[in-house]
């Protein structure tokens, strides 16, 4: 054999050595970190995919958020995929149909800490948690301002109620003492006309 050809079958084994180590290389740290290596986007963590999701779905109309919420629920349910409650999480700041915040915190709070090292992700999580708790709690105060605008409406309905009665009561009285009087009038005016005869 000539040298030329052993410099190629050379390079040839080093190449394929090459090729599978690096096959084998990315396939433990896909294998490791599934999220860091997919190609599907909602899987993704990563802040600039999150910020771009974000901003896509405040700009399409409200049903197409529900059915991309819905999509990403399903999605959810066959694989507890870090980045899929990421983006339920920025979803869900936009629309109802993403869940309930309570389970979308909760998710938040299971995703290992590896996962979220970078500061970058770690502030945008820690923003839209605090906006989360917000909007959960919003709905409970609505409620308490509704429910006491509601009694405050009907303790004074229930005083008009009590005062109305009363003046009801008086009219009624002077009513029968007018028609009381009108009739005295009139069995007067016969009682005299009678005389008059």
């Not at 979803?91 to 970078?118: K, T, V």
């Not at 109620?161 to 009087?181: F, G, S, V, W, Y």
Request: charge should be positive; charged fraction near 25%; hydrophobic fraction near 35%.
């Amino acid at each position: 054999m000539s040298l030329i050809t052993l410099q190629r079958i050379g390079l040839m084994f080093t190449l394929a050595l090459m090729s599978g180590c690096t096959q084998t290389h990315s396939s433990y740290w896909q294998n490791r970190f599934p999220t860091h290596f997919n190609n599907d986007p909602y899987t993704q963590i990563d802040v600039d995919e999150l910020l771009s999701f974000g901003a896509n779905m405040a700009n399409v109309p409200a049903a197409s958020r529900a059915e991309l919420c819905k999509s990403l629920l399903m999605r959810q349910k066959s694989s507890q995929d870090a980045g899929i409650q990421l983006h339920l999480m920025v979803g869900r700041l936009l629309s109802d149909s993403c869940g309930s915040i309570p389970g979308i915190l909760e998710g938040i709070r299971s995703i290992p800490a590896d996962y979220l090292s970078d500061t970058r992700l770690q502030r945008l999580v820690s923003i839209n948690t605090e906006a989360l708790k917000r909007m959960e709690n919003t709905p409970e105060k609505r409620n308490r301002v509704e429910r006491n605008s509601n009694r405050a409406k009907s303790v004074s309905q229930s005083k008009n109620a009590k005062e109305t009665k009363p003046i009801n009561q008086d009219e009624n009285r002077l009513l029968r003492e007018k028609l009381e009087a009108i009739r005295s009038m009139e069995k007067q005016l016969d009682e005299s006309g009678d005389g008059i005869q």
